[in-house]
C-alpha cells in the first residue's frame, strides 16, 4: 500500500483555529456527540441507503435487460463496498488526526481550497437531491395510501399535495439536535425499509410471472440508448451511504488501542448484508414478474392484496421521515457551522430553526415543482451519487495512501475511476432526457389526478 503521508498541520481546517471549537463542536450536529455503538453504524448507513433506489429497481433492470441489469447491480454493490471500505480506512489514517467530514478527507488530498471547492459541491447536491426525491417518493407513497383506502370518494387529489403533507414532518423531525439524537428515528427507518422491501418482492413472487410478460427493450422517452443510460443513473442512486459515511463514523468513540474503523466496519458489513437482501430480491424478482410493465416504483404497480400494499406504503413513508434527516444533518451541519464560525452567528436555538426549516421548505419546493420520480433518480444519480460513491474516494486513496504503481490496488482504483467517469458522463444525459420528456408531456408517476 506505500507508506501514508505524515500529518500535516496546514491540512487542518479553519475551526481548528477557532477558540471557541470544543463549545462550538459539542454544538454543531456531527461531533456533538461521540458515544455511538458499532450497531449504529449498522441502522444509520441501511437508513442512507435502502431508501427511493430500491423502488425504482426493476424499472432501471427494465431499460437494462437481463445480462447488463445483473451485471451493474452487482458491480454497483461490489464497488461501493470497496469504496465505502477505503473512507472508513481513511477516518484516521492520521495519528491524532480524524476526519469527521467529507470535505476534511478531501482537504487533506487536494488542499485546503481546492478540496472544499471539488468535494462541498458534490456532497451537497448529493443530500439536497437526496432529500428531494425522499419529498416526492414520500408524497407518492401516501397518495398511494389514499388512492388504495378511498379511491375516488374524497375526490382527485394532486401528488403536489401529498408532499406537501409529507413535508410538514420534516419541518418538526428536522429540529432533532443531532446525530445520535435521531439514532431512534434512523433504527425504525431501517426497520421499515427491510420490511417494505421483502413485501415488495413476496407479493411480486406470489402472483407469479404475468402471461404477457415481455423482456424485449421498450422507450420509455426518446429512444432505447437513453433509457439505458437513465437506467445507470437510477442504479447508482442506490448507492448513496458514502456521502454521510465519515459523519457517522464521527459520532463513535476512539482510542489507539480500539480505533473507530473497527466497530464502523462491523456495522458496514452488516448494513451491505441488509442492501443485497433488499435490492437483488427486489430488483430480480420485480423485473421477471412483470417484464418492461413494470411501473417507475414498484409499490404502483403492485395493488393487492390491498391491506398489504396499504402497509407497505406506510411503511416507505415511515423510513423516509428518518432517511431524510440522515441526510439533512450534514447539510445542517455545513451552513451551521458557516454561520457560527464564519459569520459569527450565536449558535442559538433561533439560528438552528431558520437554517432548518429554510433547508426544509427549499427541498419541499423544488420536489412540488418537479415530481418526477424515475428521471429524478437518473439525473442525480449519475451527475452527483457518481462521484462522491464510485471514484472520489478511489482518487482520495491514490493520493494519501499512494499504492505502489501497477500494484493490485493501484489496478483496482483506478479500474473504479474509470467506471465511475463513464457512468457520471452517461446517466445524466439519460436523466437529464427524461426529464424533458416528462416535464413536455406532464407525465406524473402515480397520478390519477388533476395536477
Known amino acids: 500500500m506505500g507508506t501514508p503521508i505524515p500529518p500535516n498541520k496546514s491540512l487542518a481546517p479553519p475551526q481548528m483555529q477557532d477558540d471557541d471549537l470544543p463549545d462550538l463542536e459539542d454544538w454543531l450536529p456531527i461531533t456533538a456527540s461521540r458515544n455511538a455503538k458499532w450497531y449504529y453504524s449498522a441502522f444509520h448507513n441501511v437508513t442512507a441507503m435502502v431508501g427511493a433506489g430500491v423502488l425504482g429497481l426493476p424499472y432501471a433492470m427494465s431499460e437494462l435487460g437481463w445480462g447488463p441489469g445483473v451485471v451493474v447491480l452487482v458491480l454497483s454493490w461490489v464497488i461501493t463496498l470497496y469504496t465505502l471500505w477505503q473512507m472508513i480506512e481513511m477516518h484516521e489514517m492520521f495519528e491524532g488526526r480524524r476526519f469527521d467530514r467529507y470535505h476534511e478527507l478531501g482537504q487533506a488530498a487536494f488542499g485546503r481550497k481546492r478540496g472544499l471547492y471539488i468535494i462541498v459541491p458534490q456532497q451537497l447536491l448529493v443530500e439536497i437531491s437526496v432529500c428531494i426525491v425522499y419529498m416526492v417518493t414520500g408524497g407518492q407513497s401516501l397518495k398511494q395510501v389514499h388512492d388504495l383506502a378511498l379511491g375516488n370518494r374524497c375526490g382527485k387529489i394532486s401528488i403536489r399535495c401529498f408532499i406537501l403533507i409529507f413535508a410538514s414532518s420534516q419541518f418538526v423531525l428536522s429540529q432533532l439536535k443531532n446525530f445520535n439524537s435521531i439514532s431512534g428515528v434512523s433504527l425504525v ?90 435490492y437483488f430480491p427486489v430488483a430480480l424478482v420485480g423485473y421477471r414478474v412483470f417484464g418492461n410493465s413494470i411501473a417507475e416504483n414498484i409499490l404502483t404497480t403492485l395493488k393487492k392484496p390491498k391491506s398489504v400494499m396499504i402497509l407497505a406504503n406506510m411503511l416507505v413513508v415511515i423510513h423516509l421521515l428518518g432517511s431524510y434527516q440522515v441526510y439533512a444533518m450534514p447539510v445542517f451541519d455545513m451552513v451551521e457551522s458557516v454561520m457560527t464560525k464564519k459569520w459569527h452567528f450565536k449558535p442559538t436555538r433561533i439560528l438552528r430553526g431558520f437554517i432548518r426549516c429554510t433547508f426544509v421548505a427549499f427541498t419541499m419546493g423544488v420536489a412540488v415543482a418537479f415530481p418526477y420520480f424515475s428521471a429524478l433518480l437518473s439525473f442525480f444519480g449519475g451527475f452527483v451519487f457518481a462521484p462522491t460513491s464510485y471514484f472520489i474516494p478511489c482518487i482520495i486513496w491514490l493520493i494519501l495512501k499512494k499504492p505502489r504503481k501497477f500494484s493490485l490496488s493501484w489496478w483496482t482504483n483506478w479500474i473504479c475511476i474509470a467506471l465511475g467517469v463513464l457512468l457520471m458522463i452517461m446517466a445524466p444525459i439519460g436523466g437529464l432526457a427524461k426529464l424533458i420528456y416528462q416535464v413536455q408531456n406532464d407525465k406524473l408517476p402515480n397520478s390519477n389526478c388533476n395536477n
Open 189 to 278: 427507518a431501517a426497520a421499515m425499509s427491510l420490511s417494505y422491501s421483502t413485501i415488495s418482492w413476496i407479493v411480486s413472487a406470489e402472483k407469479g410471472v404475468q402471461k404477457d410478460v415481455n423482456y424485449s427493450y421498450k422507450s420509455r422517452t426518446y429512444a432505447v440508448p437513453l433509457d439505458f443510460f437513465s437506467a445507470l443513473g437510477e442504479m447508482a442512486f442506490a448507492y448513496a451511504g458514502h456521502n454521510v459515511v465519515l459523519e457517522i463514523q464521527a459520532t463513535m468513540p476512539s482510542t489507539p488501542e480500539r480505533p473507530s474503523k473497527r466497530p464502523m466496519w462491523k456495522g458496514a458489513v452488516v448494513a451491505y448484508i441488509i442492501v443485497a437482501i433488499c
